[in-house]
């Protein structure tokens, strides 16, 4: 369904050729598979399978779609991911390519850390202009950024901590716990659930396009009366 | 702001004397002033100074608001919230105080719990025909009742977990992880969270709400044209 | 004894050689003998040492059997094994090996998660006509299916956490934690413990079966009299 | 239903009129209200309300029967409660009335530490006499009790751990922890869980009496033909 | 001596008695006697053994000093106290008070949360004009202030975490472990440890003044040669 | 010195040249040195420095001692080691040598789980029979077994928790808070620190061989006069 | 026995009644009852039911020692008791009276924290001389001074952690985790497990003064051949 | 800035293609660039992309310094690495690089463990000699060493936990929180942070030193009027 969530193959734990089986059904079916934390390996069997040109890899995301040729549904939902380092765009792009997946447009602002606040604000202003339903941030380490980009926009933030960062706190668990203690208003998923947090954005995007649509369309319904 | 996050006063670690002197300055800015975590001397001091017609006192979600006349103002957003036992009913209601407050009609459906999963099923389907924008979940032990909403709604879902149960994994500690592990595409707050629950519920609901009138009004213009 | 619990090899931390040799003991003793946690190359050696027809391998279980062509005995104990997801498999397929090895006879209801709630209740029905004396429930993430098995049958449930699910709560910490919280009435195991939970099921569907003769031979024996 | 789980109320967090209320309806329905973790405060006041007779009151189990002179039912089931010390009790009793209100016969063995393993050895062969269908084991501190009787008897055992120790390991962690290391067969609940271990065990013992009927019945049955 | 730490009187679990017994005899050596974590009785004590003149006491800061007249040394270093919230504040005051008694001017930033960073940087600006030597920044919650300031200033920060904040990673917690995985340059003291904060950041404020003053008596004496 | 504690080389973290070159140095001075933790590489570049006959290996216990002919001083310390499964001889096995290196007779009983508690008291009489000064108890997963020697010994036991165990508790943590909460009178050690649990011991041993010695002296000496 | 645990009453979940009641039965057994963890309480009724006269308490150790007028048996073992702070006194204290009824000696060396480094060494000196057994050293926040202390002297050092500090580590565990690493050969027991510290103390402290006393009389017995 | 924070190049979780690109830009910048956290790749496509004569690389502190032949500025700071083991030394390494490289004379006192406290005392006479403006001291297991050091010295000390030893509280944990519970004046870093350390005191030494160049300055200034 169009806001509904996608249903998705976790390549994590299954053999290359037994996600090659299920990817088969489920292009069958919808005409898009998407399969996410793929190996190299996973891509290699698969791209045999199904041929190259039929199989988007990001490898940064560690995802890979199969299509038939079918464009991915549009929406018209808009979602903004944002993060603050190298290390967070993996579970950034996994977000994003869910989302995009789900029908929505996405817009990005990576590599603004804290460090880095008088570059954040001008990319946050544009990031407000396009108009985002959600915004997905992805943060390591202290994880402060969804609790300031939360802040300083309207859209709801989901805050995406990521497993960066060593010693006491590390692997995701201060980001985590200060998301969860933030002073703004935030939701959030869990340590690198980069899947979770684009897929949860894209409802609530695809949502607000939705009710927009209805806006209009009862607006015709009454004046068509 | 309309959409914006609500200002509150938190009372917990705040004197009577504190708590009125604050709730003086945003009753005179914003004809309306939110008061949480309150307790019973911070009421007995509010009534005095406020007089009792001029304060809505919730004793389960401990809030207080205090206002002039001025009804809340009315944002067409719904928030509906869900909650699984007894216990989980101060939780659930902090967000539905501060949901209603940033201007949303609130529906809630109490006391279905896992063990009355056959008294869930149509408690949701009249929630589902309140067309609500976002649902708070309030589920403690186990925390197993916001997957569940979760897969069977269309909504966004926000996971509250609540601090009950004993033992290993108690205080909210199970349910939290368990919402964070969730199957289900699922957000969540911290434990007890419920004016951060109800403030994102509603960020959420009013974002739908305004959608829906841009839609309407965005097809007068053009037709204006 | 048929209803006391069975001996294993834990072959995890020992080399190949020790394990044939304590094998070749305990088929000596007892005609069968089951091994846990091997690995492809306990197997190979095993291969070697037994025979391939003398060795009951369970890739999925990580178990193997050798015996010397006496099947194993039969309790008319019936235990049943859930679980949810595929990542579940080898710690249900553990418990299931060890249960048949004491005598039981197992059904297995499989890859019913929470999301397939409409795919859980019939597959129910059908386990419960099979009467079974206990039923193992393996899940990991969230925990959530033991919970809900046991609110819908008469037998005892045990709770097996399984440790999937990365981030806050993984590695079956949120599926233990959440399981001991239950509002259901549970018993649980340790994470993974596929050996114990089939054993402890094992032992009461065997004193239940044991149960059922003993009242038809006392039948029996006071009409004799 | 005979084997099932019973509902009771847990008087904890609720006010004493509130228990009333909900026993009333519950004594009205079922005959007899089990209330369970009630303080001196609910103890008097449900004295109150029902009359000192209609009331059975067990200080240290924290319990309330109410009834109006129908007693509990019987099942034929039989329910061994083992505890160490005499912190233990609380918890232990907890569960011989859930178990003698789910319709057991309860045999109890108090105060066999593990200090006192001379002691244990003959009171366990006392226990055993009695054919139990299941053993409640309720212990703190180390938590090595349960572990010993499994390997000394056939019936399954329920290890409860009990929140006694100070210091790291303290509040029933380094129990539960080692039950759920146990080297016997062992499942458990959660800390000071009595409730739950002893519904757990009566639904087990239960099942057990009830097979050794059916077995009776069948033979009759069979005979009849 | 001058760069030192102070010693100082934990009246936390000392009876008032002793108290004052350990305060008499540091006066008589010292002049001045610095007591941290007092309580009202404390105070009470100290006020009828010294009289309410020689007693200058900081309810908020949970502090007493107890001085014959002699004023506190004054050392040239310059300590900048920062704080984000009320709940900070007892924190942020006692690190104040010992930094003043080691000898610093102190001078403060209460109130600048995350939420007010339009309010944070106008406030530091005044600050850093002040030359400070170093600078205790207090927080509680998801303890981001530190991280920021900072990034903002030259004089080295001691993050100071405040046992603020519910649920998962409250007390502290979170604001102690974003503030070890902070992107900035910082350094931390225990969750509520005023005193460390406050004698550490003197510590470097003293050494600072006293290496300016050496500069000028070495010119001097070089010239003078 | 002879009650004092062994110098060792760790050599976890070393290259085998370091090692060879810190154990020649000790070997001159001391004329043995014993080194912990070795790796295979370790030995086999120990062997060529020092000539296989100057070594011995225990391949069990990780350790080499190289000496040069000069046998380990004798005390007439006595150690007992107790063991309970396969996987804790490592443990064990490290213990044994350190306090035989420190001129301990040590005395081992292995394999002697709580399963298998039959088996325990006739081993643990004939240990007794050899008086020992101190025992070492090595257990992992619950870790039971130290509190059961202890209640039926006279001598010191150190309880030394092993590193085995999946799941909650395991690595040896649910063992060491066992330990740590037993109802016996014990002291521990860490996790898998078989060294300081054999140093410790043999600290024990050594100090009541030579009280003995000192005895049988002092009377000598009075007599003397 | 003479190098036996004592038995005592640990008085702490036991009402007064129950305490009077058990030491009657001791003392009547034993001629001396050791009652720990005793509240005002508990010390008012027991003055009351034994007299003034028969009754030792010591309020800082919180234990009282009821006799009958018999001494405590003289087993001439020596334990050392070492403190490092103020907070630490309570568990020292418990340690050494345990130690003390079971017939040692006991030497004291109270508040030489590691602050007072110096005062430390010429006080382990005069300790030194009185050639203590064993020696138990209580410490409290980062549990330093039992590594410091072992590293200087023969006899056997028990790290008895005390539950001070606050914030991260608090509550003793810092202190334990310290001993658990620590470089000196250190065994250690629960945090505030001045009972078990005392009880283990003396245990090694009998043993080596019975060898001392077996010395001298096996002396006598050959010269008497 | 001279007193500012140095950038550097974190390698970990980067390409060597990545690392040398960002490199050529910091070269080209700021004349020098350094990289922590190497491995040997980076280091060879390093030393292939800049030249041998180019690069200093760090073995131990894995870090490399790329500079144009540009010298590093001299700032006049000085600052104290001490540490107390062969495991230490990576992280004291660390630290000091990145203290030399902003600017500051680096003083280290390496191998200076709790157990050679003799060797300690003198060591840190020297290095009081030279008059540092601030001391890293990282350590290991218990972490005892930064809490003596800063007992004896007047700089503020930086604690720098490593992560060594195995078991509880081992990886760095215990050294973290008993740095965090230390009863002498310390702030602490996280586990492994030899970057923050260096950084952190190199900001304290310079500003010194910058007050003592401050110093003389004004002094020729107010002359010259
Ligand atoms: N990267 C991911 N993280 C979390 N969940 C995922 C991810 N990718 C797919 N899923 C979901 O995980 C489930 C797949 O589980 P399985 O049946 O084990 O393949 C589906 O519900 C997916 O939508
Ligand atoms: N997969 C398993 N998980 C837990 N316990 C097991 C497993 N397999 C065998 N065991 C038990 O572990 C013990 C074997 O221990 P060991 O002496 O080390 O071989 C026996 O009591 C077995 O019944
Ligand atoms: N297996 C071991 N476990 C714990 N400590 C050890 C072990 N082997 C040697 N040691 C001690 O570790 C220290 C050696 O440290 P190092 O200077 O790094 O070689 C010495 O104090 C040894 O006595
Ligand atoms: N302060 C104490 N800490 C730990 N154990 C104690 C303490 N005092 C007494 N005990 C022991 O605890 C047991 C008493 O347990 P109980 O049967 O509950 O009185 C006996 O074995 C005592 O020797
Ligand atoms: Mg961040
Ligand atoms: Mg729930
Ligand atoms: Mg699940
Ligand atoms: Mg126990
Ligand atoms: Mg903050
Ligand atoms: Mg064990
Ligand atoms: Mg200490
Ligand atoms: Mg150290």
Redesign the pocket.
């Known amino acids: 369904s169009r806001t509904g969530?996608?249903?998705?193959?976790?390549?994590?734990?299954?053999s290359p050729d037994d996600v090659v089986e299920?990817a088969r059904v489920m292009v069958a079916e919808s005409k898009r598979a998407?399969?996410?934390?793929v190996s190299p390996q996973h891509v290699e069997v698969l791209k045999q399978a199904f041929g190259e040109d039929k199989l988007e890899w990001n490898s940064r995301a560690r995802t890979v779609v199969i299509h038939d040729g079918t464009p991915a549904p549009r929406t018209g939902g808009i979602v903004g991911i944002v993060s603050a380092g190298t290390a967070d765009i993996p579970a950034a792009e996994?977000a994003r390519v869910?989302a995009s997946e789900m029908g929505c447009e996405t817009v990005t602002v990576y590599d603004v850390g804290v460090a880095g606040i008088h570059r954040l604000i001008p990319a946050l202003h544009k990031l407000k202009a396009t108009k985002p339903g959600a915004i997905v941030v992805a943060a390591g380490r202290e994880g402060t950024l969804p609790t300031i980009v939360s802040g300083l926009v309207d859209a709801p933030v989901i805050g995406l901590p990521v497993s960066t960062g060593y010693g006491a706190g590390g692997g995701g668990k201060a980001a985590l716990l200060a998301m969860l203690q933030s002073c703004s208003t935030l939701a959030v998923v869990n340590i690198?659930?980069?899947?979770?947090a684009g897929?949860y954005a894209a409802r609530i995007a695809n949502m607000i396009a939705a009710a927009y649509t209805r806006g209009r369309e009862d607006r015709v319904e009454q004046e068509g009366k």
């Open positions: 969530v996608i249903e998705a193959i976790l390549a994590d734990c299954k299920i998407l399969i996410t934390r996994e869910v690198d659930a980069g899947f979770v897929a």
